[in-house]
């Protein structure tokens, strides 16, 4: 039960080489990123004129991030560990 309990949290943040405290970290940076670019999308949807490049110019700046860090579906997926990989949830 624990094993699989440890799995379940620990098999992607091992994947990506962090602990569970890093992986939360970024991951929660990430989030908080995703709801502010999802705020300048949808008021860039009513007022055009506003965040024009914004929401683009934040996506293209975590792809680079996540690019540098090594962070990617393709180590998460070739992980047979990873819970995520093994339900089909990538």
């Excluded at 709801?35 to 683009?56: D, G, I, N, Q, Y």
């Amino acid at each position: 039960m624990l094993k699989n309990l440890h799995r379940l949290f620990m098999a992607h943040p091992e994947a990506v080489n962090e602990t569970y405290f890093e992986h939360f970290g970024v991951a929660s940076r990430y989030g908080s990123r995703f709801l502010f670019m999802s705020f300048c999308a949808f008021t860039h949807a009513v007022f055009p004129f506003l965040f024009e490049r914004t929401a683009s110019n934040m996506v293209k700046a975590m792809y680079a991030d996540m690019t540098r860090r090594g962070a990617n579906t393709a180590v998460a997926s070739q992980n047979p560990q990873t819970p995520a990989a093994e339900w089909g949830w990538l």
